[in-house]
């Protein structure tokens, strides 16, 4: 009675792990892209049939699965109809033959259920890497690497929800690279690419490893500063304006001086995300109005220059080397 016993109840531990086993995956698989990715509001068509080709071979997976459970819930059926027959027939060795062989038919059906339940585990990392690495292809800019502007419209509306609930500083900067337009039709759109790649990776070396550099597009890029107040933005914004000024742009003999634009601006109580990109937008609009090669922020009510830590209401004045590069900024435009 006690080998029946032990014979159910480990019956009705496979059949429920089993039975369930293909909802907690699927759950499993939606924690683990929420937790991991920003899945995007809108997908398009190539991503969408990445996405189906995956799905429909987990359904495939899933419904062999769910056959090989059947089938393991009628071999533990036989067994215990065969260890009732047992029990009712005693006869000597031949009951302990039949123990043995019971004993090695559960055996061998758990094994190959055991082994199915683990492909079934390694098939589902699998599958949760490729949906992962499809969601980051749809959020990369695939020339620079870095996010792109739908994965930076995604983290502001984030951050700005922080804002909203626990009041909690960001900024975000616009850079642009000034005199894009001649690079591209001096040098060839070849050159051009490559200086929007060195650009990106001098964002990416000159900011913090919390901050979300992003393509914003063309030769546009756009940062979060989280936790970061407008005087720690604009600080920010001078070093990248600094590290692109002094950074010589060489592919084989072509030597190229590069210099960028910002716009700061500061989360404030503004009617929504955009209107805050809007004012980081002017200020960049500002900067190159007022010569390229600097940065202005809003600062709640206007449009003001980055100015050095003494916070003097002055254009500051230029250092020689900013002088070379306003010299040099003007020989260019003169040359096309």
């Avoid at 215990?80 to 006869?91: G, L, V």
């Amino acid at each position: 009675m006690e080998s029946v016993s032990t014979i159910q109840f480990s019956t009705f531990l496979i059949g429920m792990t089993c039975g369930v086993f293909p909802l907690l995956a699927g759950l499993w698989i939606g924690i683990k892209l929420m937790r991991d990715s920003h899945a995007p509001a809108e997908s398009s068509a190539a991503e969408a049939e990445k996405a189906a080709v995956i799905l429909q071979r987990m359904s495939r997976f899933m419904h062999g699965l769910a056959g090989d459970v059947h089938e393991q819930r009628d071999v533990m059926a036989t067994i215990e109809e065969r260890i009732d027959d047992a029990r009712r027939t005693p006869s000597g060795s031949k009951s302990l033959e039949q123990a043995i062989e019971l004993l090695k038919m559960m055996n061998d059906a758990n094994d190959g259920l055991q082994d199915r339940l683990k492909r079934a585990e390694s098939l589902i990392n699998e599958q949760t890497e490729q949906l992962a690495t499809t969601l980051s292809e749809a959020r990369t800019d695939c020339l620079t690497k870095l996010f792109n502007r739908r994965a930076f419209d995604e983290e502001l509306q984030k951050r700005w929800a922080m804002w909203k609930r626990k009041q909690r500083p960001f900024c975000v900067l616009l850079a642009d690279i000034d005199h894009f337009k001649k690079i591209n039709d001096k040098h060839g759109h070849l050159i051009g690419d490559a200086v929007l790649q060195s650009i990106a990776k001098t964002l990416v070396h000159t900011t913090r490893d919390a901050d979300y550099v992003t393509r914003y597009g063309g030769e546009e890029f756009a940062i979060l500063l989280p936790e970061t107040e407008f005087d720690k933005g604009n600080e920010a914004a001078l070093r990248i304006i600094t590290a692109v000024r002094e950074q010589l742009f060489c592919v084989g003999d072509v030597e190229i001086p590069l210099t960028i634009s910002v716009g700061v601006a500061q989360v404030a109580d503004l009617n929504g995300p955009e209107e805050l990109v809007a004012k980081a937008d002017e200020a960049l609009y500002a900067a190159k109005s007022g010569g390229r090669d600097r940065g202005y922020y809003f600062d709640g009510q206007r449009i003001v220059s980055i100015l050095p830590a003494t916070g003097d209401q002055v254009e500051p004045a230029r250092e020689f080397h900013e002088v070379c590069a306003d010299l040099r900024t003007r020989l260019m435009d003169a040359t096309h």
